[in-house]
């Protein structure tokens, strides 16, 4: 029995140490001297833009990565097809990848003498603008939605579909009634650890975006300016605003784990 | 026996459906390529273009070879102590039952859910030189590890409690029928029907360990040599304007990571192979 | 060696599992814990088995008081529903478990496996995962794997439970053989009441968590202690407080002073003996059962009327 509490309080009392204790050292430094300097740190200019461009290439990549996430899924479970074993392993690499092997491989393709440098050219700028920080996201972000839905699906087999098809419905009705709905809450599951994935990256945008404060600063390369100019404050107080939507990702993700996961 | 037709139609308009089944699959997979296959395609062309000998004049660089034995070597480390830990807490999760199990188990999504760079600041506020414990453990190998260790924490917990939940309790109570004691029923049934999910999570943190940028950057100090590892090598490499060292150290990176993700196919093959 | 329940009580929450059993199984015998899902059985073959413990009372093999010893400590051998094989291993190494364990030596061990093997009709497939047997084989390892250390009990739970219907036939045939030869105590959990006839010496009936009746086969459907156990262990007719068994209803064409007039709806043949559903006049349903001459010599259809009088009918007094 000692045994017991004994391993109960070792993994809880690492869990403190390693976890409990970060976090809230956030709340407590950003706070530390009174809310109003915090406010006013997060509610500049720069922070601002910061934190809009977060969301907005969030609201971008997330979106096109369900799309896809979906339809590969599907591809990957319910087709065969030649290379389907090279597309499953394209797309866990993301998980397995560096973000800084990723943003420079962007930054080696559209970049001067890269193969689609020449887009700078004509005009389409994708390195140091929105553009590559938002395909450099998609890549970080491009497994999830596929890896939820990918199991559910295997799960679900393919009986309620061929029975809607010999009632008559075709392919995109099937999907619509048969299909969305049994993967419903794999696909949000797969969008909450996308949006999470897309908001926090940091290596992968910080080489392809050039960091240019005000214009391709994101908030957590925000965080990084700020704390290397010596504005700790300011730092603290955009990782408050991250840890508060890390947090709610914590939630979103407990609600709608898939309960083969559940503790 | 009749040969021509290969896909056999179920009623009219099948045909069409499927060609539109294939087509959306075509551009899925060419979004895919677009955005992954192409340039990683681009990075692996860039690292040979001055020629395979500039490759590994690069590669085995004092300063880029020091970085390569450090993350290797520190992500095994923290690996290996994510396999005990890692265990010990899905553990906890699932056989144990104590007030607040739910939010413990929620707190355990939190490195992913967190900002790299973030959770970096708070690691070297809390252990580096303002730290209110008094230690100091910025720019030194032990704050490289600590931060290595936060990142993965979930690798290896989520890996092993689905197994350990799916675990037929009764193998447990007839081996204890057939004599044995606690510790020989952990190590005789539950820990080989454990292995490769331990192995599984083991290979994605050490995966993300090798490859982690944004919690390293600030706490490491990147002092050459010393806590700087081959991600922050590869960014300093860019800023420093070489490209093509950039490019060569990113290839052993990508190989690794691929090396990973074949090792982990081979566990859940390993994994299922009592269930076939 | 026999085996003693005194007065066990056993609560998960607020549910009564086991209350104030009291069970004596002699030794040698081939007893069937007889009841309903959530009658209590298992959870009793599990207090037995010392995989639970009792809230009170005692529990006894021989005179040994075993109430608080843990399940590795009791020398007994237990068979699951579901089986329990443990997946990673062979079949032999399944079976040799339990003398692993023990630290016997390797010699004994092998010969004892070997021999088990025999017994279950598996030498051929020693070095087989269970996922590559059947249920029934698999089943008849664990069956080995619980006797490979000489257990002085032994304890099966639902183990036929899983298996398809011609498995389970053969497999009770099988059991009695078995336990013929080998001889220990045993005792089989089943909610199938022709299971238990057809295995057991003796049975126990458990409802609610409480014994209803010990006895024979033959003594529980001749002379049932309640209606829970005329009911549970055969098919009933139940008019008002009366029971008759369909085996016990005769029909004739003609009326005699006693006899009920009552209407064929459904005759059902199924090979050995007839099964005819009947109806009254105030639209009481009963059951009879006759055998083929029986059915035959009445011309038995549906729609003909007969007439129907018990032979035999029990009332309980409460």
Same mark, same amino acid.
């Not at chain 1, 899924?73 to 797309?91: D, T």
């Given at each position: 029995?000692?045994?017991?509490?004994?391993?109960?309080?070792?993994?809880?009392?690492?869990?403190?140490?390693?976890?409990?204790?970060?976090?809230?050292?956030?709340?407590?430094?950003?706070?530390?001297?009174?809310?109003?300097?915090?406010?006013?740190?997060?509610?500049?200019?720069?922070?601002?833009?910061?934190?809009?461009?977060?969301?907005?290439?969030?609201?971008?990549?997330?979106? =096109?990565?369900?799309?896809?996430?979906?339809?590969?899924?599907?591809?990957?479970?319910?087709?065969?097809?030649?290379?389907?074993?090279?597309?499953?392993?394209?797309?866990?690499?993301?998980?397995?990848?560096?973000?800084?092997?990723?943003?420079?491989?962007?930054?080696?393709?559209?970049?001067? @003498?890269?193969? =689609?440098?020449?887009?700078?050219?004509?005009?389409?700028?994708?390195?140091?603008?929105?553009? @590559?920080?938002?395909?450099?996201?998609?890549?970080?972000?491009?497994?999830?939605?596929?890896?939820?839905?990918?199991? !559910?699906?295997? +799960?679900?087999?393919?009986?309620?579909?061929?029975?809607?098809?010999?009632?008559?419905?075709?392919?995109?009705?099937?999907?619509?009634?048969?299909?969305?709905?049994?993967?419903?809450?794999?696909?949000?599951?797969?969008?909450?650890?996308?949006?999470?994935?897309?908001?926090?990256?940091?290596?992968?945008?910080?080489? !392809?975006?050039?960091?240019?404060?005000?214009?391709?600063?994101?908030?957590?390369?925000?965080?990084?300016?700020?704390?290397?100019?010596?504005?700790?404050?300011?730092?603290?107080?955009?990782?408050?605003?991250?840890? =508060?939507?890390?947090?709610?990702?914590?939630?979103? $993700?407990?609600?709608?784990?898939?309960?083969?996961?559940?503790? | 026996?009749?040969?021509?037709?290969? !896909?056999?139609?179920?009623?009219?308009?099948?045909?069409?459906?499927?060609? @539109?089944?294939?087509?959306?699959?075509?551009?899925?997979?060419?979004?895919?390529?677009?955005?992954?296959?192409?340039?990683?395609?681009?990075?692996?062309?860039?690292?040979?273009?001055?020629?395979?000998? #500039?490759?590994?004049?690069?590669?085995?660089?004092?300063?880029?070879?020091?970085?390569?034995?450090?993350?290797?070597?520190?992500?095994?480390?923290?690996?290996?102590?994510?396999?005990?830990?890692?265990?010990?807490?899905?553990?906890?999760?699932?056989?144990?039952?104590?007030?607040?199990?739910?939010?413990?188990?929620?707190?355990?999504?939190?490195?992913?859910?967190?900002?790299?760079? *973030?959770?970096?600041?708070?690691?070297?506020?809390?252990?580096?030189?303002? #730290?209110?414990?008094? *230690?100091?453990?910025?720019?030194?190998?032990?704050?490289?590890?600590?931060?290595?260790?936060?990142?993965?924490?979930?690798?290896?917990?989520?890996?092993?409690?689905?197994?350990?939940?799916?675990?037929?309790? +009764? $193998?447990?109570?007839?081996?204890?029928?057939?004599?044995?004691?606690?510790?020989?029923?952990?190590?005789?049934?539950?820990?080989?029907?454990?292995?490769?999910?331990? =192995?599984?999570?083991?290979?994605?943190? &050490?995966?993300?360990?090798?490859?982690? &940028?944004?919690?390293? %950057?600030?706490?490491?100090?990147?002092?050459?040599?010393?806590?700087?590892? #081959?991600?922050?090598?590869?960014?300093?490499?860019?800023?420093?304007?070489?490209?093509?060292?950039?490019?060569? %150290?990113?290839?052993?990176?990508?190989?690794?990571?691929? @090396?990973?993700?074949?090792?982990?196919?081979?566990?859940?093959?390993?994994?299922?192979?009592?269930?076939? | 060696?026999?085996?003693?329940?005194?007065?066990?009580?056993?609560?998960?929450?607020?549910?009564?599992?086991?209350?104030?059993?009291?069970?004596?199984?002699?030794?040698?015998?081939?007893?069937?814990?007889?009841?309903?899902?959530?009658?209590?059985?298992?959870?009793?073959?599990?207090?037995?088995?010392?995989?639970?413990?009792?809230?009170?009372?005692?529990?006894?093999?021989?005179?040994?008081?075993?109430?608080?010893?843990?399940?590795?400590?009791?020398?007994?051998?237990?068979?699951?529903?579901?089986?329990?094989?443990?997946?990673?291993?062979?079949?032999?190494?399944?079976?040799?478990?339990?003398?692993?364990?023990?630290?016997?030596?390797?010699?004994?061990?092998?010969?004892?496996?070997?021999?088990?093997?025999?017994?279950?009709?598996?030498?051929?497939?020693?070095?087989?995962?269970?996922?590559?047997?059947?249920?029934?084989?698999?089943?008849?390892?664990?069956?080995?794997?619980?006797?490979?250390?000489?257990?002085?009990?032994?304890?099966?739970?639902?183990?036929?439970?899983?298996?398809?219907?011609?498995?389970?036939? +053969?497999?009770?045939?099988?059991?009695?053989?078995?336990?013929?030869?080998?001889?220990?105590?045993?005792?089989?959990?089943?909610?199938?009441?022709?299971?238990?006839?057809?295995?057991?010496?003796?049975?126990?009936?458990?409802?609610?968590?409480?014994?209803?009746?010990?006895?024979?086969?033959?003594?529980?459907?001749?002379?049932?202690?309640?209606?829970?156990?005329? #009911?549970?262990?055969?098919?009933?007719?139940?008019?008002?407080?009366?029971?008759?068994?369909?085996?016990?209803?005769?029909?004739?064409?003609?009326?005699?002073?006693?006899?009920?007039?009552?209407?064929?709806?459904?005759?059902?043949?199924?090979?050995?003996?007839?099964?005819?559903?009947?109806?009254?006049?105030?639209?009481?349903?009963?059951?009879?059962?006759?055998?083929?001459? +029986?059915?035959?010599?009445?011309?038995?259809?549906?729609?003909?009327?007969?007439?129907?009088?018990?032979?035999?009918?029990?009332? &309980?007094?409460?």
């Amino acid at each position: 029995m000692i045994g017991r509490y004994a391993l109960r309080f070792g993994a809880l009392g690492y869990l403190a140490f390693l976890l409990l204790l970060p976090v809230g050292l956030v709340f407590y430094r950003t706070f530390e001297h009174g809310f109003r300097p915090a406010w006013d740190a997060v509610t500049s200019p720069e922070a601002l833009h910061a934190l809009w461009l977060t969301l907005l290439i969030a609201a971008i990549a997330v979106p =096109l990565n369900t799309l896809f996430g979906v339809v590969l899924a599907i591809a990957l479970v319910r087709h065969r097809f030649p290379g389907r074993g090279l597309v499953n392993a394209v797309v866990d690499l993301p998980l397995a990848l560096s973000p800084v092997v990723v943003g420079l491989s962007l930054y080696l393709l559209y970049g001067t @003498g890269g193969w =689609l440098g020449g887009l700078a050219g004509h005009g389409i700028k994708i390195l140091f603008a929105l553009p @590559g920080m938002i395909l450099a996201t998609i890549f970080v972000s491009l497994p999830f939605v596929v890896r939820e839905v990918v199991p !559910v699906l295997r +799960e679900i087999g393919t009986d309620q579909e061929q029975a809607a098809e010999t009632l008559g419905a075709a392919p995109f009705t099937t999907f619509r009634r048969i299909t969305l709905p049994a993967i419903r809450w794999a696909v949000c599951y797969g969008v909450v650890l996308t949006t999470a994935r897309a908001i926090g990256e940091f290596g992968a945008v910080s080489i !392809v975006s050039g960091r240019i404060e005000g214009k391709t600063e994101t908030l957590p390369l925000y965080v990084q300016s700020q704390f290397e100019g010596f504005n700790t404050t300011g730092a603290f107080a955009a990782c408050v605003v991250l840890a =508060l939507i890390a947090l709610t990702t914590v939630v979103a $993700m407990r609600m709608f784990r898939p309960k083969e996961e559940a503790g | 026996m009749a040969t021509s037709a290969a !896909v056999p139609v179920s009623r009219p308009g099948a045909v069409a459906n499927r060609a @539109g089944g294939a087509l959306l699959r075509g551009i899925a997979i060419g979004y895919l390529s677009l955005i992954v296959l192409v340039p990683l395609a681009a990075l692996v062309w860039s690292s040979r273009s001055q020629g395979a000998g #500039s490759f590994w004049e690069e590669v085995t660089k004092p300063e880029a070879l020091s970085a390569l034995k450090l993350t290797l070597g520190v992500s095994l480390i923290v690996a290996a102590f994510n396999a005990l830990t890692g265990t010990a807490i899905a553990w906890v999760l699932v056989r144990d039952s104590f007030p607040g199990k739910g939010f413990v188990n929620g707190v355990i999504d939190l490195p992913f859910a967190l900002p790299t760079v *973030v959770a970096g600041l708070v690691l070297l506020e809390l252990y580096g030189p303002n #730290s209110p414990f008094g *230690v100091d453990l910025a720019f030194q190998r032990a704050g490289l590890v600590l931060a290595l260790l936060f990142v993965t924490l979930p690798f290896v917990v989520r890996a092993v409690q689905p197994v350990l939940l799916e675990l037929d309790r +009764e $193998m447990e109570e007839a081996a204890e029928s057939l004599g044995a004691a606690r510790f020989a029923v952990f190590r005789r049934i539950v820990f080989p029907n454990l292995l490769p999910a331990i =192995l599984s999570g083991v290979a994605l943190a &050490f995966a993300r360990a090798v490859g982690e &940028f944004g919690s390293v %950057v600030l706490i490491s100090g990147n002092i050459p040599f010393k806590t700087e590892v #081959s991600s922050v090598y590869i960014a300093g490499q860019v800023e420093s304007d070489n490209p093509a060292g950039a490019a060569a %150290v990113s290839v052993v990176l990508l190989l690794i990571s691929l @090396g990973v993700l074949l090792l982990i196919g081979a566990f859940r093959h390993w994994r299922t192979r009592h269930d076939r | 060696m026999g085996i003693t329940v005194v007065e066990v009580t056993k609560k998960f929450g607020d549910f009564v599992a086991l209350d104030d059993v009291s069970v004596a199984i002699p030794e040698g015998s081939l007893t069937a814990l007889l009841g309903p899902s959530g009658s209590g059985k298992s959870t009793l073959l599990r207090v037995i088995a010392g995989l639970e413990e009792p809230d009170n009372g005692q529990v006894l093999l021989g005179d040994d008081d075993v109430t608080h010893r843990p399940a590795r400590a009791r020398g007994v051998g237990m068979v699951f529903q579901h089986y329990a094989a443990f997946k990673h291993m062979t079949v032999w190494e399944n079976v040799a478990f339990g003398l692993k364990v023990r630290k016997r030596p390797k010699g004994e061990i092998q010969n004892r496996v070997h021999e088990l093997l025999e017994l279950v009709q598996l030498e051929g497939l020693a070095k087989r995962y269970p996922a590559q047997l059947s249920g029934g084989q698999r089943q008849r390892m664990a069956l080995a794997r619980a006797l490979a250390v000489d257990p002085e009990v032994l304890l099966l739970d639902e183990p036929f439970g899983a298996l398809d219907a011609r498995v389970r036939k +053969e497999l009770r045939a099988w059991l009695r053989r078995l336990h013929d030869e080998v001889h220990v105590t045993t005792i089989i959990v089943t909610h199938d009441q022709e299971e238990a006839m057809e295995v057991a010496g003796q049975i126990v009936v458990i409802n609610q968590g409480r014994v209803e009746q010990v006895g024979t086969p033959r003594e529980l459907y001749e002379s049932p202690a309640n209606e829970f156990v005329m #009911s549970f262990v055969g098919p009933v007719n139940k008019i008002g407080e009366t029971f008759i068994r369909p085996s016990d209803i005769s029909l004739s064409l003609e009326p005699d002073g006693e006899s009920t007039e009552v209407m064929v709806e459904r005759v059902v043949h199924l090979g050995f003996e007839v099964r005819a559903e009947l109806v009254r006049d105030d639209g009481q349903h009963l059951l009879a059962q006759l055998t083929q001459e +029986e059915a035959q010599s009445l011309e038995l259809e549906r729609g003909l009327i007969v007439y129907a009088k018990p032979n035999r009918q029990t009332v &309980f007094t409460r």
